[in-house]
């Protein structure tokens, strides 16, 4: 089975902090996916990487940045933390392009909580 | 127009029902479709991938219409443990590279004893 592992379920920070979320898979799968998901908004895709040190904008990237240095990892940062980016934040991640049949594996999530 | 709609929901049901929902896509190019169901304050986990020919997976049957670019997922004999939100997912190749996975809004189902 897959295994996409987030490394906090639970996460409180202060207002103007860095933050980090980590993601890893165990799957050797070229695309990772951060999303975030809202009360009334759905699933809203922030940045996603199809190669090591390859990242593209996704529908919400503003406030965030993304670092993917190893195939397995895929960071999401939080620059300087703001109440509206309390959420709670999923990683996925996919196999290639050419399986394009291949469902996107999901992190068990981190509900992050900016005071 | 949103990319993926689904029924508002919610749907209440009693133990046994059979329950369908619904989804529409608007991107015609969209290549691969699947629904994932959600429990409460847990990430999505898929439930089936929807082929052009329809398939089943137990009391779970998924139904798919290019033509009208319309998603179906039937849920025959329904137990309390069928109770979740049920997204309705999307896939579109982008040029060259990656995918873009677009999620419904989601349908939220309750099974009643």
């Known amino acids: 089975d897959v295994k996409v592992t987030q490394s906090s379920r639970y996460l409180v920070k202060r207002t103007g902090e860095k933050v980090f979320l980590e993601c890893v898979q165990d799957m050797d799968h070229e695309n990772m996916f951060w999303y975030r998901q809202d009360p009334g908004l759905g699933l809203r895709l922030i940045y996603f990487?199809?190669?090591?040190?390859?990242?593209e904008k996704g529908d919400i990237p503003e406030g965030y940045s993304v670092s993917r240095e190893k195939k397995e990892r895929f960071s999401l940062i939080l620059e300087s933390a703001s109440t509206n980016q309390t959420s709670m934040y999923l990683c996925?991640?996919?196999?290639?392009?050419?399986?394009?049949?291949?469902?996107?594996?999901f992190g068990n999530g981190t509900r992050l909580t900016v005071t | 127009r949103k990319e993926v709609e689904q029924d508002p929901g919610p749907f209440n049901v009693p133990e046994g029902a059979t329950v369908a929902f619904n989804c529409t896509y608007s991107n015609s190019a969209s290549q691969s479709f699947f629904w994932y169901r959600q429990d409460c304050r847990k990430e999505p986990k898929l439930l089936m991938s929807?082929?052009?020919s329809g398939n089943e997976d137990g009391r779970f049957t998924a139904q798919l219409n290019r033509a009208s670019q319309y998603i179906s997922l039937l849920i025959r004999d329904s137990k309390l443990s069928d109770s979740a939100t049920y997204l309705c997912?999307?896939?579109?190749?982008?040029?060259?590279?990656?995918?873009?996975?677009?999620f419904g809004p989601g349908t939220r189902l309750s099974v009643l004893p």
């Open positions: 996925a991640s996919s196999p290639d392009t050419s399986s394009y049949n291949s469902p996107l594996h």
């Open positions: 997912v999307v896939n579109l190749v982008r040029d060259n590279y990656g995918q873009n996975f677009v």
């Open positions: 990487s199809y190669d090591v040190k390859m990242k």
């Open positions: 929807v082929y052009s």
